[in-house]
């Protein structure tokens, strides 16, 4: 048995599966504050992962852990997160195998999507291609002609701290103008603060009366036609695509895939930014390039991380 890990900004998720990629259970759980928290949820993850499929903790051959970087593979570190400050140089092999006795391998939340869709998705007639995540931040992985590149430590694709706007927003990064300041999930949520202010009349201000904004709370009031919801989704879909254009323009890739948690609102998303890299890529790349949804955004990155721990395992 395999275990995946994909740990977000606000949600740590992991699966169970054989080594045929077969699906034993799914949990996920809160992302902590502190280092030493991630790993204790982490570990009682992995737990609950295990007596909810009646597996032994033993029959857990290895661990696959997805976390945002940058992060050195080699010492089995997570050097820095942006969007959570408590891991700094954190040895997170080391803990998790202290812990559990199993082998445990690091990779860059967005590869181990990247690799989650290309064992789950139809993905198998592209050569070159593309994953973006739009999450608490925005990941990015790529395989060019059938190889998956991941730069020297595993920190290539990068992507959501390239700037669209060299006098733009400041970023936890250091950064300023970073594309996951504008088209992350919580850029969504603050795009919908400056909208409601001027829009009382929108069907989410009554919502957050019990509720905290979010980006979930967007996409289910433009399912339901509220028109503030839906130009903050058009807004939002706008510096989508300035970033997709970008990549599009850089590595002229054959598709683009997105995921994440904001994807689910890729109905509404998509069409917009289609358009945006219309306008904007080079006129050769204009129509060339396919821009599709994941089919399950939420648990491909943990099958990405299982399939880490199996084929490294395997050799």
């Known amino acids: 048995m395999f275990v995946g890990i994909d740990i977000g ?40 992962l295990a007596t909810s499929a009646s597996v032994s903790k033993i029959d857990i051959k290895a661990i696959g852990i997805g976390s945002p970087g940058p992060i050195d593979k080699e010492k089995g570190l997570i050097v820095k997160a942006p969007n959570i400050p408590g891991f700094n140089n954190h040895p997170i092999v080391k803990n998790i195998e202290s812990l559990t006795g199993s082998r445990v391998f690091l990779e860059n939340d967005a590869t181990v999507a990247l690799i989650g869709a290309w064992w789950k998705e139809n993905v198998s007639k592209y050569r070159t291609w593309l994953m973006i995540t739009l999450g608490t931040g925005i990941g990015g992985g790529a395989v060019i002609d059938n190889r998956i590149y991941t730069g020297q430590a595993g920190n290539a ?37 400056a909208h409601l202010k001027k829009n009382r009349q929108s069907s989410i201000n009554p919502r957050l009366e019990t509720e905290e904004l979010s980006a979930l709370i967007v996409h289910e009031e433009a399912v339901k036609k509220d028109e503030t919801a839906l130009k903050i989704l058009e807004e939002y879909a706008t510096y989508v695509g300035f970033g997709l254009a970008n990549l599009i323009n850089l590595i002229n890739p054959e598709a683009v895939l997105i995921g994440g948690g904001a994807s689910r609102a890729h109905k509404f998303i998509l069409p917009v930014a289609k358009q945006v890299v219309n306008d904007r890529v080079l006129k050769g790349f204009k129509g060339k390039c396919a821009i599709i949804p994941v089919e399950d955004p939420v648990k491909v990155p943990s099958f990405g991380a299982a399939k880490i721990a199996i084929n490294a395992l395997n050799g």
């Open 9 to 48: 900004g606000t949600r740590i998720k992991g699966i169970l599966t054989d080594r045929s990629g077969k699906e034993l259970s799914f949990r996920e759980t809160e992302t902590l504050k502190t280092a030493k928290e991630i790993d204790d949820s982490i570990i009682k993850l992995i737990e609950n």
């Open 157 to 193: 694709m990068e992507v959501g701290h390239m700037s669209i706007d060299y006098n733009g927003r400041e970023c936890p990064c250091g950064s300023r103008g970073c594309w996951e300041r504008y088209a992350s999930a919580p850029a969504m949520v603050e795009l919908a603060r």
